[in-house]
């Protein structure tokens, strides 16, 4: 696994190979622009986890040897605050990693994530099963743009040792 782009630009992507927009493409994710409430239900909170633990062992652990699984969920557009540049470590939150997995197809609408580093930016536009994951060393920020249309997306956060 090459993952240049994860130290360079704040950044690494992939495809999933299987198919797990189509399993939550039924689910209800919370509208998180309108909802104060993200509650999961529990067995949607179980599958959640297992995808945590997949996420940790196939990319994380892979470069990794030293981090901590942390919180994950769902949600549908993006909350107050992720449309403008940030870093969540630097915004005092405990996790300076996190993998994003995306469900709908974001190029439909143009919506985007977009990642800079000290130099460039770059914009990603997720298709569905396309992960990003976002290294929140306090050198990269990123924001969510939301044009229209749907933007579901799974979240799994991680601290990584060594991050910085």
Known sequence: MTLDDFFVKGYYTDILSFDIASEFSNYVFANCRVSDSMH??????????????????????KIFSSYKILGNGMWDNVDNGSDIWHNDLSD???LN?????????????????????KIEEFKIQPQPNQLVWLNQS???????????????????????????
Request: aromatic share 10%; with cysteine.
């Open 92 to 94: 005092g939150k405990l």
């Open 138 to 164: 306090t050198c990269f920020e990123h924001k969510a743009v939301h044009n229209s249309g749907s933007r579901r997306l799974l979240s799994f956060e991680f601290f990584i040792d060594g991050l910085k």
């Open 40 to 61: 999961i239900a529990q067995d949607v909170k179980a599958r959640l986890n297992e995808l945590h633990l997949y996420l940790a062992e196939n990319y994380v652990s």
């Open 97 to 117: 990693s996190n993998i994003l997995l995306y469900i709908d197809d974001n190029r439909l609408y143009n919506n985007s994530i977009m990642v800079r580093n």
